[in-house]
């Protein structure tokens, strides 16, 4: 009788726990079409500035929503930057956001890609809050799902940025995965994001957790909606840091998908 009850306590815990990890497809993008789909995203257009020139890294790309830097083929978003001196900038390329058509708070956000190789690129899937709810940057946080720098091929990272925790500081919290093949096989780039954690993975492969302290804000202001961001710097005071090679153009960003479940 004691092992038939542990056993179904066992079954219990387990039916319970699938069904907390069962999650349903709120939110999608399979660009199927040949144009963006513009219900879903906004192609930013410009340098940063007035107000924040080179968007705070010194990037040295103008986003625009032309088709030659954004556009859809045979089921695949290619976001293409391009050395064309473009308006102020001495490279174009694309800037793809859902705020306010696509925001969350909790859930998986998952992301099937292929970034471009060479120095000077810089492609990030990354989450920034709808409404800065604690402050500016970085008091009500940045989720970066995927960065790499071409400089250092193969190198991918998955961060957070607080008040607390930032790089500024130099205390930002993540991990970084060496991928061989990252520039030239698709990966799934994943968070899992709940009240009390973040999770990080690759592939479906869980490689970091930054957990909430319970200490506030500063430490956790993961409690609101974000919205994602898809886009392909050039240069920058990281992108940039063994310079650009102009021979490697142009470049692209692939991404096969968006899903988002809750």
Same mark, same amino acid.
């Given at each position: ?97 859902? !705020? @306010?058509?696509? #925001? %969350? ?11 471009? &190789?060479?120095? =000077? $690129? *810089? ?91 319970? !200490? @506030?804000?500063? #430490? %956790? ?11 392909? &710097?050039?240069? =920058? $005071? *990281? ?24």
């Amino acid at each position: 009788m004691k092992r038939l009850f542990s056993l179904f306590l066992v079954l219990s815990f387990a039916f319970m726990l699938s069904c907390k990890q069962e999650r349903k497809l709120v939110w999608q993008d399979e660009f199927d079409g040949r144009e963006l789909d513009t219900t879903k995203w906004t192609a930013y257009v410009g340098d940063g500035c007035p107000d924040l020139c080179g968007f705070g890294n010194n990037e040295l790309q103008y986003y625009t929503d032309r088709p030659e830097n954004v556009s859809l083929a045979h089921g695949i978003l290619t976001i293409t930057a391009l050395a064309d001196s473009f308006k102020t900038r001495p490279y174009s390329s694309a800037k793809l956001v859902t !705020k @306010g058509k696509g #925001d %969350w708070k909790y859930g998986r956000v998952e992301v099937m890609a292929r970034v471009p &190789a060479g120095r =000077g $690129n *810089w492609p990030a899937i990354w989450m920034l809050p709808t409404e800065n709810n604690y402050g500016g940057w970085p008091k009500s946080g940045e989720i970066d799902i995927m960065e790499h720098v071409g400089f250092d091929q193969g190198n991918m990272h998955g961060t957070v940025h607080t008040e607390s925790f930032n790089h500024i500081k130099g205390t930002q919290k993540g991990d970084s995965l060496q991928i061989e093949d990252i520039s030239n096989q698709f990966h799934l780039y994943a968070i899992e994001w709940e009240e009390d954690k973040i999770d990080f993975y690759l592939d479906d492969q869980k490689y970091h957790t930054f957990e909430n302290t319970g !200490k @506030g804000s500063n #430490d %956790w202001p993961f409690d609101q909606p974000f919205y994602l961001i898809l886009n392909l &710097a050039i240069g =920058g $005071n *990281w992108g940039g840091l063994e310079g650009i090679a102009n021979d490697v153009f142009p470049n692209r960003f692939e991404i096969d998908y968006v899903r988002v479940y809750q």
